[in-house]
């Protein structure tokens, strides 16, 4: 997996690219955590991910919680669409 950041005023954009699975969710999570932590809104760019699975999904609903408890947000951009019907599948259990 890759990533790159982009700041702009009090928004981080993180462009993740390739697969996001139980090897590579702790690596996501030290991205996206200390973004969030700051007080930063957080958007996932994940158009250019291929691949992922529960623990992806994880990182996204963790990112989420944390946020709400710092007062800020995350939101997820231009989804793949293999990792959009991950999310619709799991959308059907929550």
Do not use: C
Request: charged share 30%; glycine share 4%; net charge negative.
């Amino acid at each position: 997996m890759k990533f790159k950041v982009s700041n702009n005023k009090n928004v981080s954009t993180v462009f993740l690219n390739g697969e996001i699975d139980m090897d590579i969710a702790d690596d996501v999570r030290e991205i996206v955590f200390p973004l969030i932590d700051s007080g930063k809104e957080v958007h996932l760019n994940l158009k250019d991910v291929q691949y992922m699975d529960s623990s992806g999904i994880s990182v996204i609903i963790e990112s989420n919680q944390r946020a709400r408890e710092k007062n800020t947000k995350v939101e997820l951009k231009e989804v793949s669409q293999p990792v959009e019907k991950v999310l619709a599948m799991a959308r059907k259990f929550l």
